[in-house]
């Protein structure tokens, strides 16, 4: 089924959405409660969660009080006064809708109807960890410092995508979420996670960071996502090389000492099914082990012809606290992807072939088929030697197994005269990656003539190899139908490949260790200066051959690099609710793997940033807005040698500058958005190839987005959510040689969703709608090539969660 079959999904949404809002009236005022005996800030979030009611209050009130265990079935009002017996808290009724907490020597005398529902004025507490936490912001972040350091004192432009934007979203993967921060592209084919940031690739378009450490080749499930960061600029200088655009850093789930258990059912689309499970509470009474297991199944069809796939993904997690001031967290994810391989739509002329983005080019049998296996195990621990001094030491082991059974592509623009194009194939069923990362951190704080200081120094390794081998063919053999009709593809039969076929071996190999140091000075409360630097020595070799791995290995070469990458940034905060700040950052980049002429390998790339700019929180700290304007120039990109050919001079240089706006929060009462806008303006400004004076591939001028959700807040109708969004991208380059470009587009979101209480358990039912107004999308081309990678069609998803 394709689901153009769309009223049927459309009338059992729907009806899945009214069905608990017809019976909502009929539930009795009681609501069941299992709240174990914890911090008063959590029980008041988990008392949020099973009322449906948002409680914020003052952000010291809470602090350093125990809420008793409450379970059973009690009328909102009536757990309110239980959780806050003996706390010294009370509560006046404002309005209808508002109750205030208060110390018990302010108390106003209390209303004796049932309690509606509940909005605390002051300051949005919550844990955000807690799985029912709605905000859409944070208030800190460890990717910029490898500290928790508040973001209005970080004097770098960073944002945040909290799991319950990705929850109202539906979205599935990474780019799905990204797509709310500014200047953020995807760049890579569908197989993997990679983005442009700021204009510039993320180290071979595909690497990510995972709880501060790196992983190349990376492809993410979310079902065990807390939070994305997203650093912009240079992040040398904490986390060695690395390309200059900025850092996106993925941080999991971790297991919890409250009971949560979560299931939930998601059908949309092309035969979309996808199911998914987070379980996490404590083994032991005094909670001192804890467990976390997340797991996700998906099968569907795609867009486009003959493709489809299916994932199975299992992530167990264990947390043990020995004492106080010492924890010790084991987690291990595994992930089986199979989906049919896809390289995108080829280009004619200067635009993107003139056909349904559904058309497939490959072969169109059951040889097109890429694996992707991978598994990772980490630790990480911690000791608080006292109230100011901190060690933490993380790890992981990554290992991809990557097969492409049979692949096509073209590699060039279609034949206007024939209307056809050329292909290639490859067959490549061994491509393994092992990596392994560690770092162990120092933070420290004290204080010094009148300054307060948070330091840090740490040291870090990490190493990466990589083996190929398989067929490889441009243009592919006869028996492969190596020219293709653009407009009426013929699909047929591949042969199977021998080993004795086998024409492409390569090995890749990278290690680096680092050494680094920051210290964040804060002067009258309001001036915060940071500085620091990272020295790294860097070692990068490449192999390949047509005859064997063997000779591969062999013919590796190796290149050698070192570098010091300093930083320094300033943050001024005239009031509380306003940080102006700038940093200078230089970085250390990829290493360049061409020859100079003398034989040698040119020397890696370097880059530079100046940035300055204001971070803003209103609505009481609800809602925060960063706006930066930047310059980031990049050098010692390889380009050709004019007097030898065959060889390259590291003169190449590309800059970007521009101006980037993002926001994210609550506005109202029940109403939470996040925003995003950027000017890039990228281009190659050293080139020998004539790509001088070009922009950098697919990155817009323009580009903005908008997502917004409320709540209804009305007793009658609480539980009710709906929302939409738009999301809009100027026209891009295909490639440095700009000569072709992919149109803008404009998409729009739509959202429609209800959540009611169930005994002790929270049922929420979604529909959410993407590309409502069934725009042709291309997002990204295909490396800075002739092929690009085309967005669904108008297309629908409904979920059903249970939560308790």
């Known amino acids: 089924m394709q689901f153009s079959d769309t009223d049927r999904l459309t009338g059992l949404a729907i009806a899945a959405l009214l069905l608990p809002t017809l019976s909502s009236a009929a539930e009795p005022a009681s609501v069941g409660f299992d709240i174990p005996a914890q911090s008063l800030a959590g029980a008041l979030t988990r008392f949020s969660a099973a009322t449906g009611l948002q409680v914020l209050y003052d952000g010291d009130l809470a602090q350093n009080i125990g809420a008793p265990a409450l379970k059973g079935n009690y009328s909102a009002e009536q757990a309110l006064r239980k959780l806050l017996q003996g706390s010294g808290l009370n509560y006046r009724f404002s309005n209808g809708n508002t109750v205030t907490l208060e110390k018990a020597a302010t108390v106003a005398p209390q209303s004796a109807n049932t309690m509606p529902p509940v909005m605390v004025n002051g300051k949005v507490i919550y844990d955000p960890t807690d799985p029912y936490n709605t905000d859409y912001r944070r208030s800190d972040s460890f990717a910029a410092t490898k500290t928790d350091t508040p973001i209005m004192e970080t004097p770098m432009s960073i944002q945040v995508i909290p799991k319950q934007i990705l929850k109202d979203q539906q979205a599935i993967r990474i780019k799905d979420a990204l797509k709310n921060v500014s200047g953020v592209f995807w760049a890579t084919d569908p197989m993997y996670e990679g983005f442009q940031l700021r204009g510039f690739q993320t180290d071979g378009t595909t690497t990510l960071y995972r709880n501060g450490l790196r992983i190349r080749r990376a492809q993410h499930e979310v079902v065990n996502l807390e939070q994305l960061e997203v650093l912009k600029g240079p992040a040398a200088a904490m986390y060695g090389r690395i390309e200059p655009g900025g850092l996106i850093n993925v941080v999991t789930k971790k297991p919890l000492e409250t009971r949560y258990y979560a299931l939930e059912q998601q059908f949309g689309s092309y035969d979309m099914y996808r199911t998914t499970i987070d379980a996490t509470g404590p083994i032991n009474d005094d909670h001192s082990l804890l467990y976390r297991f997340d797991a996700a199944y998906q099968n569907n069809e795609l867009f486009i012809d003959k493709m489809d796939q299916e994932r199975v993904f299992v992530a167990p997690s264990l947390s043990w606290k020995p004492s106080d001031r010492t924890e010790i967290n084991l987690n291990l994810e595994y992930q089986y992807d199979t989906r049919t391989s896809y390289t995108g739509i080829p280009v004619l002329g200067n635009r993107p072939v003139n056909v349904p983005v559904s058309r497939f080019y490959g072969f169109g049998t059951d040889n097109d088929t890429s694996v992707f296996e991978k598994v990772l195990v980490g630790l990480d621990w911690s000791h608080q030697f006292n109230d100011d001094w901190k060690i933490q030491h993380r790890f992981h082991f990554y290992n991809l197994d990557y097969q492409i059974l049979n692949s096509s592509a073209i590699p060039g623009p279609v034949n206007p005269n024939t209307l056809t194009a050329t292909r290639l194939v490859t067959f490549r069923p061994i491509d393994e990656t092992d990596t392994v990362a560690t770092s162990i951190d120092l933070t420290g704080k004290f204080e010094l003539f009148g300054t307060r200081h948070q330091v840090l120094a740490g040291f870090d390794y990490f190493w990466e190899k990589a083996e190929n081998k398989g067929f490889f063919r441009n243009p592919a053999p006869a028996s492969h139908r190596p020219v293709v009709d653009v407009f009426n593809p013929v699909y047929g039969q591949v042969p199977s490949f021998a080993a004795s076929d086998f024409n492409q071996f390569g090995t890749f190999t990278q290690s680096w260790y680092g050494t680094y ?273 085309p967005g669904a069609p108008r297309n629908f998803m409904g979920s059903i969660r249970v939560e308790f």
């Open 517 to 789: 140091f920051q210290d964040q000075i804060t002067l009258f409360d309001k001036l915060h200066i940071m500085g620091g630097g990272r020295y790294d020595w860097a070692t990068r070799g490449n192999g390949s051959s047509t005859a064997s791995l063997e000779a591969a290995r062999t013919n590796e070469t190796e290149i050698k690099d070192e570098a010091f990458s300093p930083r320094v940034g300033v943050v001024y905060q005239p009031w509380p609710w306003l940080s102006l700040y700038g940093n200078y950052v230089e970085s250390f980049g990829s290493a360049n793997t061409a020859l100079a002429s003398t034989g040698k390998p040119l020397d890696a790339e370097t880059a530079q940033q100046q940035e300055v700019g204001f971070k803003v929180e209103l609505f009481d700290k609800k809602l925060l807005t960063t706006v930066a304007f930047y310059e980031l120039t990049k050098q010692n990109i390889a380009t050709a040698d004019l007097t030898n050919p065959r060889f390259s001079v590291p003169t190449g240089e590309a800059r970007s500058r521009g101006i980037e706006v993002d926001v994210s929060g609550q506005v109202t009462d029940g109403l939470s958005l996040i925003a995003s806008y950027a000017y890039t303006d990228a281009v190659i400004t050293k080139d020998n190839r004539g790509n001088q004076g070009h922009k950098l591939w697919n990155v817009p001028n323009n580009s903005g987005s908008l997502w917004a959700k409320y709540s209804v807040q009305e007793s009658f109708l609480r539980g009710l959510n709906f929302g939409a969004g738009a999301y809009i991208v100027g026209e891009r380059e295909g490639n440095n040689a700009n000569d072709w470009q992919m149109p803008g587009y404009v998409r729009v979101d739509a959202l429609i969703g209800y959540a009611w209480n169930v005994g002790q358990s929270k049922v929420t039912t979604q529909l959410n709608v993407n590309n409502l107004l069934d725009k042709t999308i291309y997002e990204t081309s295909a490396f800075n090539g002739y092929l690009t990678q």
